[in-house]
Every structure is written in structure tokens, then in C-alpha cells.
């Protein structure tokens, strides 16, 4: 026997594991067929007979297939068994050939039931070895054989029980379809109930109808009379229809006449309403040219209204005239002169050329400017101007609060507005302007550019003449800012307002330290006719006058309040210089006076708003303020020219 040669045993518990699997596959392949076959056999009779055909086609193939499952699953089971013999054998073979040749750990009793043909004699070795050679030549021959046979029925195996998977894969799919058509089949039959329902309702509902046109055939012989009484009737109705007609007619002939003399009347009386604005407007145009052949110097009062922390307060010492919107009265109580104990009323009548009550809206005080204001683009010079006491609204009325809106842009905003849209406007007729801006204040005598953010040392701002003449004046050094757009003179006004010099007194938590002075530099070309135009719109806001006794200045701001009185001081002799017609004007006296030149006694239309305080305590200052107006009112300064030039 060859010792290194390995021999495949099989032992008998793994073969009879192997055969009780084989067993219980076949018992369950069996079980699932009967169990298709059997499947639900009472709800065969509900199926039609289509499906019936279809369900017992389907059991027979299943029948049929599993029939041959378990012939297959028999002859497999046979051969596997005839194996597990033949191994058996072999086993037991070798196993008494290790018994002969002494192999340790088999008894002899396991090889007595192997019959051995013919004994050698125990000193026979070589020839007890050559039989045992045969021997297992021929075990391992059959052993060969049987391993072979045994794959076979293996892949036998292997493919019965794919043709059993698909089985059931079929089955499965069957099934389904079965019940798709089951499901299918109680929907008709649903459909089937709804239909006969509907059909029974519809039975009724003939009925029902043929009961109403027979009614209705009875009624169509009654109204056929009807119809025939109606006829007459109609005939009737026809003729006086016609006499109708004819006085219709008639009727809508008068009131066509009628409509016609409505429409002639109302083109009469829009014709009378367009003649009635045009007077107005060419009113306001000879009121204009009026004032402006007198020369004066036009004067707006306006009262502010009470803050929030002054309601309460009545404003009694005004008055105001309900149909005269030019005068106002200021009523003062004094003492008397018959003794100290008793005091009496004393009426102070003013007229100007407009006075704005303290309820009047930024909107409304800028409509009466307007006007002037659009003579800028017209090429002429125009000087606005807001005076009055601290705390009396100039700086309202001019710039407008911190934040401003719609309703309270003050003048100088609604200005530069009113300017760029009218600009835009006469581009459609041949003019292109160019705007350049510019803005200082005057604190303490000295200018001071408010447009420069960070101001060097050193640079002096002084005022001259340009080319010789005082028609012309220009700040050296000022920052000139060409703008284009409204928005961006915006931006310079807020830049301006942050760096203008404010303090808090006495009289006013916020009062403006200095004079501000903001100028609109116009240059208009019409390429057209070849015309030229110039002019200058300065837009300025006067600080406050105040009083030491009531202000209670110290230091830098007693200083700020000395510097102010004396250049309106100057102001003051400015116009009574003017009005006195002087041959010397002292412009020079002061910065203020010396940059209102042009404005005061130049070429220019000039207007000054005086700004009063409602409370009672500053009456005093209201009634010097007034005055002042009036003087101002009176001044004659002459008719503006406009700055027209052929282009060149």
C-alpha cells in the first residue's frame, strides 16, 4: 500500500445527516405542490370561467413539475444511498487492512464481517501485501467511479433545484396575477352594482319625466289660447309702440340741443378758469416786476411754532390778520406811564411782503420763493438770507432738522431741487448747464471752509474781486465742488452741517456760532441761439443775536457771542448806509457784509427772512427784530440785470 496516499472516507453519520436533508427538501418540495394544487380550492366556483381555465392550467403544470421533482429527488436519494454503501465498504476495507498490517486505534472485531477469500500464512507478507495492493486498486477504482457519479447526481442536484426556484418563481408570479385579476374582477363586479343603480335611477327619472311632458302638453294647449288672446294684444301694443317711438324721438332731439348748450357752457366756463389763472399768474409776474422796479430788498416774516417743551404756552402777543397775509402785530406789555403798578398794552403794526403764521409747512414758505429762486437759471444773482434772534427757527427754515423728509427740507435743499429739475427740463430746449458748489462759515471774523473735512494749517481764506471788479468776489483757497445731480449737494450740505460750529447756551441748546454761507455757482449755454448765461444762488443762514444778560456767555462762547452782534452791527449800518443812499457803503467793515456785497448793493435779487420767537419773554428782541425787517424792507438796492452774454 502506498502510506502517503490520502483516501477520501465517508463516515457513516455524515452520510445519514446528508440523506434525512435530502429527505426533508423532497417532503418540502412535495408539501409546496400539494399545497399549489390545494390552494384555496373554495373560491374557485367565484372566478369566471376564464379564470377557472386559467387556475387549473396552472395547477396541472404545477402537478406535472413537481411529479417530476420527486422522481428526480428519489433517483437522487437511490444513487446517494448506493454511495453511502460503496463508501461504506471501502471504509470498511481499509479498515481491516490497518487491522493485518497493525495500524493502531482499529480493533479486529470491526473487520469480522469482511469474508476474505483465501488466508496466507502469517510469514506471507510480501504476498499478503500484493493482495492488498489489488485490493485497493480496485477500492480505489470503484472509489473513483463512485466519486464521479456522485457529482453527477450533485449537478443533478444543482439543477433540480434551480428548476425548482423558477417553479416557485412562476408560482409566485401566477399568484400575482391572480390576484391583480381577482382585485380586477370585484371592482367590476363594483362597477357592475353601481351601474344597475344608477340604471334603476334613471328608470325613475323617465317616469318621472314623461309624467311632466304629459302635464306640459296640457298646459301648451291652455297657453296656446293665451297666445292667441297675447297676439291681439301685441297688435294693440304695436300701434301705440309707434306713438311712442315718434314722441321719443322728439324728446331726444331737445336734449341732444340740450347736451350741446351744457357743452358750450362748459367750455365757457373752463375758458373763464384758464383766464382767471392766467390774471393770477401775470398778477404774481407785475407784483414781481413791481418789487423789482422799487429795488427793494423783499422781506418774509415767519413764526416758528411752539417746541415740545414749551406747550402750553399761548402765543396771545401775535396776531395775525385773517385776510391779509402781509401784516402782523405784536402787542407788548409795558408799564404805565401814569405809575409802576399798572401796566398797559402797547400794538406794534408790521407789513411785509408775506407772513407765515407758526403753523405754515416748509413746503408752503418755499412756494412763495420759488419763483425767485428759478430766476437763477434765468441768470440772475439771487441772495437769500434768514435773520433773527437765537432759538428763533433760521436754521429750520434754511437747512431743516437733523433728519430731514419730504415735509421738512428746509430752503436750501428744496432750492437746489427746484434748480436740477428745471435744468433738466430746458436740456430739452437746447440748454446744458454746469453747477459747481461750494460752502464756509464765518466764525469769530475768520472763514472757514466746511467742506474740508480735515483743514490744514496755515491756509488763509480771504475775499477778492475778480478781475478788478465787485461784481465778481471769490474766497481763495475755498473748496469749489462740481456737482451734477441733486443728491450729490445733499451729501455737501450733510458734510457741512456735521463741521459747522454749534454751541449750547443759555437760550438755545443748539445754537449756530457763526454765519454760514452756501453758493450755487451757474454757467447755462443754449448752443441753439448762442446764448450765455452766469449767475450765483447764496443761500445763507445768519447766527442768532443775543443779549449777555440773558445768554450768560462766558469764554469762547462770550467771544463767539461779541463776534456775532458786531458783524450783524455791520449789517445793520450796511443798511442804514443803503437806505439813507450814502455814498459810502461800509462793506468792508465786516466779513459778513464784505460777502453780501454782491447781494445788498450789487446785481441781485435779494430777499431776508426774519425769524421770530413765539415766547413772551423774548418780545422785546422780537420787536428789534421787526424793526430791523422794516428797515430792511425799505432799503432800495436796484433792479437786478440778468447775466446774458452771446457765446462764444
Same mark, same amino acid.
Given at each position: ?337 401814569? @405809575?409802576? =403798578?399798572?401796566? +398797559? /398794552? &402797547?400794538?406794534?403794526?408790521? $407789513? ?7 403753523? *405754515? #409747512? ?119 465742488? @462740481?456737482? =451734477?445731480?441733486? +443728491? /450729490? &449737494?445733499?451729501?455737501?450740505? $450733510? ?7 454749534? *454751541? #449750547? ?126 428797515? &430792511? ?16
Amino acid at each position: 500500500m502506498d502510506g502517503n496516499k490520502a483516501v477520501s472516507v465517508v463516515r457513516p453519520a455524515d452520510f445519514q445527516s446528508v440523506t434525512k436533508k435530502r429527505k426533508l427538501q423532497d417532503e418540502s418540495s412535495k408539501n409546496i405542490g400539494e399545497n399549489i394544487v390545494n390552494r384555496n380550492p373554495s373560491r374557485l366556483p367565484q372566478l369566471s370561467l376564464k379564470r377557472a381555465a386559467l387556475s387549473t392550467s396552472v395547477n396541472i403544470n404545477q402537478t406535472e413539475t413537481m411529479k417530476k421533482v420527486h422522481s428526480q429527488s428519489a433517483s437522487l436519494s437511490t444513487t446517494r444511498s448506493k454511495v453511502a454503501l460503496s463508501q461504506n465498504g471501502v471504509r470498511m476495507a481499509v479498515a481491516v487492512k490497518r487491522t493485518r498490517t497493525g495500524v493502531p486505534g482499529v480493533s479486529a472485531a470491526s473487520t469480522s464481517t469482511i469474508a476474505v477469500p483465501k488466508r496466507r500464512p502469517a510469514w506471507d507478507l510480501k504476498g499478503q501485501l500484493e493482495d492488498m495492493k489489488k485490493r485497493m486498486s480496485e477500492y480505489s477504482i470503484k472509489l473513483n467511479a463512485s466519486e464521479y457519479q456522485r457529482k453527477r447526481l450533485q449537478e443533478s442536484d444543482d439543477l433540480h433545484t434551480e428548476h425548482l426556484s423558477d417553479a416557485n418563481s412562476q408560482i409566485r408570479d401566477l399568484e400575482v396575477k391572480l390576484q391583480t385579476l381577482e382585485s380586477l374582477l370585484q371592482s367590476r363586479e363594483s362597477e357592475l352594482v353601481k351601474y344597475r343603480s344608477e340604471n334603476a335611477a334613471l328608470l325613475e327619472t323617465v317616469k318621472s319625466y314623461e309624467a311632466q311632458v304629459d302635464s306640459l302638453n296640457a298646459k301648451v294647449g291652455s297657453l296656446a289660447a293665451q297666445v292667441e288672446e297675447l297676439s291681439t294684444l301685441a297688435e294693440k301694443t304695436k300701434s301705440m309702440l309707434l306713438c311712442k317711438e315718434q314722441e321719443l324721438v322728439q324728446k331726444t332731439l331737445l336734449v341732444e340741443e340740450q347736451q350741446k348748450i351744457i357743452v358750450d357752457q362748459e367750455h365757457k366756463l373752463q375758458n373763464l378758469e384758464q383766464t382767471v389763472t392766467n390774471l393770477e399768474l401775470e398778477r404774481r409776474t407785475l407784483h414781481n416786476t413791481v418789487q423789482e422796479l422799487k429795488g427793494n430788498i423783499r422781506v418774509i416774516c415767519r413764526v416758528r411754532p411752539l417746541l415740545a417743551s414749551e406747550k402750553g404756552r399761548d402765543v396771545v402777543h401775535f396776531q395775525f390778520l385773517p385776510h391779509d397775509k402781509k401784516a402782523i402785530s405784536l402787542i407788548k406789555q409795558q408799564e404805565s406811564r401814569i @405809575g409802576h =403798578s399798572q401796566k +398797559e /398794552e &402797547v400794538i406794534y403794526n408790521f $407789513s411785509f411782503d408775506r407772513v407765515f403764521q407758526p403753523m *405754515a #409747512k416748509q413746503e408752503e414758505v418755499f412756494e412763495d420763493i420759488s419763483q425767485l429762486v428759478q430766476s437763477a437759471l434765468d441768470g440772475y444773482n439771487v441772495c437769500i438770507f434768514a435773520y433773527g434772534q437765537t432759538g428763533s427757527g433760521k436754521t429750520y427754515t434754511m437747512e431743516g432738522p437733523d433728519t430731514l423728509t419730504s415735509e421738512t427740507k428746509g430752503m436750501i435743499p428744496r432750492a437746489v431741487d427746484q434748480l436740477f429739475c428745471s435744468g433738466r427740463k430746458l436740456e430739452t430746449m437746447g440748454w446744458e448747464y454746469k453747477f459747481t458748489a461750494s460752502f464756509l462759515e464765518i466764525y469769530n471774523e475768520t472763514i472757514r471752509d466746511l467742506l474740508v473735512i480735515k483743514p490744514e494749517k496755515n491756509v488763509q481764506y480771504e475775499i477778492k474781486q475778480l478781475n478788478g471788479t465787485s461784481d465778481q468776489l471769490r474766497v481763495t483757497n475755498l473748496k469749489y465742488v @462740481g456737482v =451734477s445731480r441733486e +443728491e /450729490e &449737494v445733499h451729501k455737501l450740505i $450733510s458734510l457741512a452741517k456735521a463741521n459747522r460750529s454749534v *454751541a #449750547k447756551t443759555a437760550m438755545n441748546d443748539c445754537s449756530s456760532r457763526s454765519h454760514s454761507v452756501f453758493q450755487l455757482h451757474i454757467e447755462g449755454i443754449d448752443s441753439t441761439h448762442g446764448i450765455q448765461c452766469t449767475s450765483i444762488l447764496s443761500l445763507v443762514d445768519l447766527a442768532g443775536s443775543e443779549r449777555l444778560d440773558k445768554s450768560h456767555s462766558k469764554g469762547d462762547r462770550l467771544r463767539e457771542t461779541q463776534a456775532i452782534n458786531t458783524s450783524l452791527s455791520c449789517l445793520g449800518h450796511v443798511i442804514m448806509s443803503l437806505t439813507n443812499k450814502e455814498s459810502h457803503i461800509p462793506f468792508r467793515n465786516s466779513k459778513l457784509t464784505y460777502l453780501l456785497q454782491n447781494g445788498l448793493g450789487g446785481n441781485s435779487k435779494t430777499l431776508m427772512f426774519v425769524n421770530l420767537s413765539p415766547l413772551e419773554e423774548n418780545c422785546n428782541e422780537s420787536v428789534n427784530t421787526l424793526r430791523f425787517a422794516r428797515q &430792511v424792507n425799505e432799503c432800495m438796492i436796484g433792479t437786478a440785470q440778468r447775466n446774458r452774454n452771446l457765446a462764444l
